[in-house]
């Protein structure tokens, strides 16, 4: 479901998270299944909407009959529209494959996360604490990776210093290889 608090279409508002659709001072609410396929439609104007993706979306633990549950659902919604499956203003059919809404959806308006408790002291101040958040990330992953390399090459410099030390026998020179009656 969508994130917007309002959704605006050729005249009609919807607000997905009451079920809402308004138009010109008045109000009805949808019933969720065809509020869901509104909703689903409206993420992809002008684009097909099979009749699997709108299963998918009202039942995902499927149903038995979808064909007729679907077509009543969508019955539904062009009841709410006053829309027309002859002449379609909104929602139109693509027989035995989908839907696809075709009026015009205004940009969507989005909802500012709710948390009552915190007020931004000056405007952009949330983006100042994002700065001053990775800033303060970045610091701590230099340091730590300064801090990796300092153990790393302490521990190779502890490995070199303690390598047994072997005595390094040398080969035998001439004298020595020739034998004692020769010398």
């Known amino acids: ?24 001072g008045h109000t009805q609410r949808l019933s969720q299944q065809p509020l869901r396929v509104l909703i689903e439609l409206l993420d992809h104007p002008g684009e097909v909407v099979t009749r699997e993706r709108l299963v998918q979306v009202l039942w995902p ?17 062009r009841v709410a529209l006053k829309d027309d499956s002859d002449m379609p203003r909104y929602v139109e059919t693509l027989p035995r494959i989908g839907y696809r809404f075709i009026g015009t959806v205004a940009p969507r308006v989005f909802a500012p996360p709710e948390d009552p408790g915190r007020r931004s002291c000056c405007p952009g101040g949330s983006r100042a604490g994002l700065v001053a958040s990775a800033a303060s990330f970045a610091v701590i992953v230099g340091v730590e990776c300064f801090a990796l390399e300092r153990r790393r090459s302490r521990h190779q410099s502890a490995r070199v210093r303690a390598l047994p030390q072997r005595k390094i026998q040398s ?8 034998p004692a009656g020769d010398r």
Not at 3 to 24: K, M, N, V
Not at 61 to 75: A, C, E, I, M
Not at 171 to 178: A, G, I, M, N
């Open 1 to 24: 479901m969508t994130d917007a608090t309002e959704i605006h279409f050729e005249g009609w508002t919807l607000r997905p998270r009451s079920g809402e659709l308004l138009r010109d």
């Open 61 to 77: 633990k499927g149903v038995v009959d979808f064909d007729n549950s679907l077509n009543g659902v969508v019955r539904k919604l």
């Open 171 to 178: 080969l035998p020179t001439r004298r020595e290889r020739q």
